[in-house]
């Protein structure tokens, strides 16, 4: 919720602001004009354009068909309109289908929905999809759900079998329907029960052009198995059938009747029908059709014989005798006696029809007893209901007949049950609250109702005696009896009663009732045979002997069975859909504002405005009004501590309602107009931009804060932890410190007693503190005796050494230890350059340098010392050659200035040092070195590739006599070399299984070595 406040910017408050002028209001009652149709409709044209078809009237909802399929009757919007509060969501069916439901679970008690309107204003549609808002909101189990699938699929059947395409609606419901849905404690749907009334039985045997007849036919025809239609005597041509051709539209685009007959089908079997009462139903819709294709011929007296007989064949079983005798005489009965009096043509025509009426009125009935035995719920215990009575709803045509004043009547009683139970609601809600009750000026039409209805006075037992009297009854009779009977009544008017200008609209033949709703003429031809239905009269007596059975007045009927429905209603709380329809031509966005507004008249919209309005505009119960406007009065905001009733007398207090204004009940507060509420929102608008700009303020600081907060504990805790690892180093560190400088005390102080636990360490490191310094103080030459680091006085064997040595130059007596000497100082070097660089080095570190070539080595230090002779090392070498490759046995030889490589006797290149710009080795384990020169001249040789079994001792010579230590490089994988000046080549270096050496393809000389790691 924070969040979507947060998100109301200055925009959204405008934006609600205007919403209300773009979309309209969602309840009339809060219309300022309520008594203005103009602004009915207005508010009615804005909404439907927006979409919103749903409006409410109170509870009361009025729905527009959109003629367009909407996204608001997904699985997503009936669970938010599950459990919600009736007014805090926008106008829909499923918050009045959820609102009679809890109502009805929590004040365990009866309801219906009534659900009116005009033909193709989606009465079925609203009552589809309470019934699926029911199916998924209401708890499931295996049982129950058997019960919802009966329930829901009860539909297709009752649609088959009861509606129709006219040219209002394709799929128009040709009966009232009132279905019971009863529930259990816990709201679970355990059964139903189906009532119909008025089922219009002549489209069985006429339709308009452009209708058709009750769907089920043409699915039979169309979706009819082969073998069924075989057996009944059926073929797949509507086209054959005489009751299915007469509106001439067999076949429509929006109606599949091939799917519908397969659905149809599988909800027969759900709902319990087994084969045998399939097959016999079926049979008897087959029987309709033959029926009608039965003609007459007259035979020579005139008289009616039935002409295709092949087709009674089909026909229901009765015997062909008996029925032949039945359709062509009519029977007599005078006295004691019975007579057979044959029929003309035209009377056999219409004996035929009355019998196809008769029998499929009596199958429709049949059928929904038998959907309600399946329905039936066989638990005993106590139930609650919620009723949907989807029934037709105020009709007014320019010529009005019997089947209109019917339906007319019909609305008339249940206004009356409206008017009832909501001023009967409205003043158990006034005496609940505590407050005064103000009569409320409304039409109560009992006047009209009784006109209709009354016993003996009444339009309906008038028409019925008509019916009964003997003599020469007609129409004209009849309307002559009603001027004679009921003339003077205020509602009643026809052309001999009405003024002049009256007269004028109205024919001979008419009477005009003023309907609660608005007048209506009905025209009286037709009025006696309609009542009479089946019921065939001819002079004094009665009857078609079979149908004999099928005796009482239409009209009266209808009339016991709206009392029937009205004594069920009365039981239970009401709550009403009147649906609209936006234009004739079902099309989409087009609401064609005559049509409408006829219909807002004829459904009594205004007049049910009119009662709503006629005490409080609006009543909400403390607490919520309380919670939405708190915000408007510093006392009461952000919480009210006292009570709430207390709580909203401070806020309307501070927002300067007068007490003619509003009524305080005892659970309510009730707003006398609109325009006081509407003041209160508005406000409330721009009150909620400044509180979300506080709460924003607010709800920022929050969180920033605990950012903050959050961040610092986080600091500390790393600050801690790291603080306490550093403490604890630094204490290792000291420990160890401590424990190193007692052991260097303890040393030193034992330092000149024999070696020993105490003093080990000190005397190894004394020692190796020499020799590192030894290592890097190293006299420039042997026989420089006086600048050789003085020995500590612990390193006696050195000191002892070291004056030998002194004592062996000055008289080179024994040699030996002179040779020792130069091997600890030379291996010394060696270690230093290549140490940890080349693979094979640890293996040199136990070779002694040759005893020859250090003789030699030593000989020509001191020699050239002595003798300034100039040749100071030699050692055999391969040389390879630069082209090629080729190995050539050779000899190395260092003097003071220059290398030289010699073969025999013959110098073969000179390499002066100051020209050797470097020694390259590889890191193998390999005994080759290249020396690289600087060579200028194209003429000169170039670097050489040597190959010397001494490699260590060689390069820790040539380091010595050059006096190049740095010079060498232990390089990896290959050495570029200069053949010559400006031509290169390369040794290229690897690891192997065993040593080669080759001229590789691509013209580098490949030295092959062991692995010396991988093999040690
Ligand atoms: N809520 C809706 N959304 C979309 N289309 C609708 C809606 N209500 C009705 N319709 C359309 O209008 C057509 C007629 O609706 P419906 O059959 O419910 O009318 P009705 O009032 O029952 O008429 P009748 O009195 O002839 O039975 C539907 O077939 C459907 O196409
Ligand atoms: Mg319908």
């Known amino acids: 919720r924070i969040i979507i406040i947060i998100m109301a910017g200055e925009k959204g408050v405008r934006a609600s602001l205007t919403a209300r002028d773009r979309v309209g209001i969602q309840d009339f009652v809060l219309l300022d004009a309520y008594t203005s149709e103009s602004a009915f409709l207005d508010n009615l044209r804005k909404r439907f354009h927006e979409n919103l078809i749903y409006t409410y009237i109170g509870t009361l909802l009025v729905s527009v068909n959109p003629y367009k399929d909407l996204d608001i009757y997904s699985k997503k919007q009936m669970d938010t309109y599950m459990g919600v509060n009736f007014f805090e969501l926008p106008p829909h069916i499923y918050a009045l289908a959820d609102n009679v439901f809890r109502t009805m679970l929590s004040e365990f008690n009866n309801h219906f929905i009534l659900i009116s309107g005009e033909s193709g204003a989606g009465k079925t549609e609203a009552s589809k999809k309470i019934l699926q808002f029911y199916a998924v909101s209401c708890p499931s189990t295996k049982l129950l759900n058997n019960v919802r699938d009966r329930l829901l699929l009860s539909n297709p059947v009752l649609e088959a079998f009861g509606n129709a395409k006219t040219l209002k609606n394709d799929n128009s419901s040709r009966f009232g329907k009132y279905m019971d849905i009863q529930f259990d404690h816990r709201g679970g749907a355990v059964g139903g029960h189906i009532l119909s009334y008025l089922l219009e039985k002549s489209r069985v045997v006429h339709q308009n052009h452009g209708e058709r007849n009750f769907h089920i036919f043409y699915q039979l025809v ?106 062509t005489h009519r029977k007599i009965e005078a006295k004691t006696e019975e007579v057979l009096s044959p029929f003309s043509v035209e009377h056999a025509a219409y004996a035929r029809d009355a019998l196809a009426k008769a029998i499929y009125g009596r199958t429709f009935n049949w059928l929904v007893n038998k959907i309600n035995e399946s329905l039936a719920n066989q638990d005993s215990s106590r139930k609650m209901v919620v009723g949907l009575l989807d029934i037709y709803g105020f009709e007014v045509f320019s010529v009005n007949s019997f089947e209109q004043f019917c339906i007319n009547y019909c609305n008339e009683k249940l206004q009356q049950l409206f008017i009832q139970l909501t001023l009967k609601s409205e003043q158990e809600e006034y005496e609940l609250e505590g407050i005064e009750w103000e009569p409320v000026p409304f039409f109560n039409n009992k006047i009209i109702c009784d006109l209709v209805e009354e016993k003996f006075r009444g339009i309906i037992s008038l028409l019925d005696e008509e019916c009964l009297r003997p003599g020469e009854a007609t129409d004209l009779t009849f309307l002559e009896k009603m001027e004679e009977k009921i003339g003077g009544h205020p509602h009643f008017v026809t052309h001999k009663l009405a003024d002049k200008n009256t007269r004028k609209t109205l024919e001979r033949g008419d009477f005009r009732l003023l309907h609660y709703a608005g007048e209506v003429t009905y025209c009286v031809v037709g009025f006696l045979d309609k009542n009479n239905d089946l019921l065939y009269r001819s002079g004094k007596e009665v009857i078609l002997f079979w149908v004999s059975m099928f005796s009482k007045a239409v009209v009266t009927q209808f009339k016991n069975s709206l009392v029937g429905l009205t004594e069920i209603l009365m039981s239970k709380e009401p709550w009403y859909v009147r649906c609209i329809k ?107 931009h400044q509180l979300a700009t ?21 600091a500390t805790k790393i600050e801690n932890c ?75 064997e050195v000191n002892e050494l070291y004056m030998f040595l002194k004592n062996a130059v000055a008289s080179p007596c024994d040699i030996v230890w002179v040779f020792l000497l130069l091997q600890l100082l030379l291996k010394a070097q060696t270690s230093s350059m290549f140490k940890g660089k080349k693979e094979n080095y640890p293996l040199s570190v136990c070779r002694p340098f040759s005893s020859l070539c250090l003789f030699l080595f030593l000989f020509f230090l001191i020699s050239s010392q002595l003798f300034a002779f100039r040749p100071q090392y030699g050692v055999p070498v391969v040389k390879y050659d630069r082209n090629g490759f080729r190995p050539r046995l050779r000899q190395l030889i260092f003097t003071q200035e220059a290398a030289y490589l010699v073969e025999e006797t013959k110098i073969k290149q000179r390499i002066d040092f100051t020209s050797l710009k470097g020694v390259s080795v590889s890191n193998l384990s390999d005994n080759f070195l290249i020396l690289h020169v600087t060579c200028n001249d194209i003429k000169q040789k170039g670097d050489l590739v040597l190959q010397c079994d001494f490699l260590y001792e060689a390069l820790t010579k040539l380091s010595f006599i050059a006096d190049k230590q740095s010079c060498v490089k232990v390089v990896q994988g290959s050495v570029r070399f200069d053949i010559q000046p400006g031509r290169e080549g390369f040794v290229d270096f690897k690891s192997g299984q065993e040593s080669m050496v080759y001229r590789a393809k691509n013209g580098h000389l490949m030295v092959v070595s062991v692995d010396r790691k991988s093999n040690s």
């Open 694 to 714: 506080r709460i924003q303020a607010k709800y920022k600081g929050y969180r920033v804060k605990e950012d903050y907060l959050k961040q610092k504990e986080a």
């Open 222 to 327: 169309e979706g009819g198995e082969e073998d069924l239609l075989r057996w009944l005597g059926l073929e797949r041509n509507c086209k054959n059938y005489r009751y299915l051709v007469q509106g001439d539209c067999a076949k429509v685009s929006s109606i599949n009747d091939k799917s519908d007959w397969k659905t149809v089908r599988k909800a027969l079997s759900v709902i319990d029908f087994g084969e045998s009462d399939t097959e016999h139903l079926f049979g008897i819709i087959a029987s309709v059709l033959h029926l009608g294709n039965l003609k007459f011929d007259a035979d020579a007296r005139g008289y009616a014989t039935i002409k295709n007989n092949q087709e009674m064949h089909w026909l229901l079983g009765i015997p062909n005798q008996v029925l032949q005798q039945g359709l």
């Open 722 to 796: 790291w603080r306490g690892l550093m403490a604890r180093k630094e204490r290792e560190r000291r420990a160890w410190a401590v424990k190193v400088i007692k052991k260097f005390i303890k040393g030193f102080m034992t330092r000149n007693q024999p070696a020993c636990i105490d003093n080990s360490e000190y005397l190894a490191y004394v020692r190796q503190n020499y020799l590192t310094r030894l290592k890097e103080n190293l006299p420039k030459s042997v026989l420089d005796m006086d600048s050789w680091l003085t020995p500590p006085p612990i390193l006696k």
């Open 582 to 688: 936006p234009n004739e031509s079902k099309q989409p966005a087009k609401f064609d504002d005559v049509l409408v507004r006829h219909q807002v008249k004829y459904l009594g919209l205004m007049e049910h405005l009119r009662v709503r309005r006629a005490g409080f505009a609006y009543r909400r119960k403390y607490e919520i009004f309380l919670q939405r406007y708190k915000a408007l009065c510093p006392d009461t905001w952000p919480n009210w501590k006292g009570t709430p009733a207390e709580g909203v007398r401070c806020l309307i207090k501070h927002l300067g309602y007068k007490t003619n204004e509003y009524k305080l009940g005892r659970t309510k507060i009730f707003i006398r107009h609109p325009r006081t509420l509407f003041a209160t929102e508005d406000a409330f608008q721009v009150c909620k």
